[in-house]
């Protein structure tokens, strides 16, 4: 497990689009139009038939883009994301078999917690950077900078009901290293192929000020 790479991952953008894409000819012109929006950074979730497929054509193509495999729910879906040549991988919760397995593969797992006890567990293991999954429902600000305390070596990246209205609560926050969120291109937008909304949303990202600095500034 390689956390600095993870991190250096997570700090590719404030927003990681967390993407479900049913059609695997769509998945080169996506990751085309998040790198012109300024986002080097995409999560494919393993929701659809051809994610694995979409995984692999964006790698091939797009060398620019960071791809990580998303919703890897169990060992099986480890090995054939990193056969697909993702570069990381995300669960919204986790397993003790998937735990053990990310342990075998150089690639660095973003494991899912909702409670600080889910969250200290993984810091038992070695993660000091966990997704908050789902982060509205479970809590949102209120909870993160409540977690901010007590768990302050924890750095979390919240997904799940987060989009351009709420953005900027969560990325002011000291505990959020970026957020997760479908938003930035959405089912609808990709089935449309409507590449020019992906860039403009990707953009309204890339200039989005954060606790870490506006983009570009170190
Ligand atoms: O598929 C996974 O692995 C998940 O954990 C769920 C995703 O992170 C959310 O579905 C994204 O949330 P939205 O931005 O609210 O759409």
Redesign the pocket.
């Known amino acids: 497990m390689n956390l600095d790479e993870l991190e250096n991952y997570l700090s590719l953008s404030a927003v990681i689009p967390?993407i479900?894409i049913e059609d695997a000819e769509n998945a080169v012109p996506l990751a085309a139009a998040l790198i012109e929006g300024g986002i080097s950074i995409i999560?494919i979730?393993l929701?659809s038939d051809c994610a694995l497929n979409a995984i692999e054509q964006i790698r091939k193509n797009i060398p620019n883009m960071c791809v990580g495999a998303?919703?890897?729910?169990n060992v099986d879906a480890i090995e054939k994301s990193v056969a697909a040549g993702a570069q990381f991988l995300?669960?919204?919760g986790v397993t003790k078999p998937l735990l053990d397995a990310a342990k075998y593969h150089s690639i660095p797992l973003l494991p899912?917690a909702a409670t600080p006890t889910e969250a200290m567990q993984l810091q038992l293991q070695g993660y000091n950077l966990i997704?908050f999954?789902?982060a509205?429902a479970a809590g949102g600000v209120d909870m993160l900078k409540s977690l901010a305390g007590p768990l302050p070596d924890i750095k979390f990246c919240p997904?799940?009901?987060?989009?351009n209205s709420n953005f900027n609560q969560y990325l002011t926050i000291k505990n959020v290293i970026c957020v997760?969120?479908?938003?930035v291109a959405?089912k609808d937008l990709i089935n449309t192929k409507n590449w020019p909304e992906v860039t403009r949303r990707a953009r309204e990202v890339s200039n989005l000020t954060t606790h870490r600095g506006p983009k570009n500034e170190t």
């Open positions: 967390v479900v999560e979730t929701r998303g919703t890897v729910n995300v669960c919204p899912g997704k999954f789902p509205e997904t799940g009901g987060i989009n997760g969120s479908s938003w959405d």
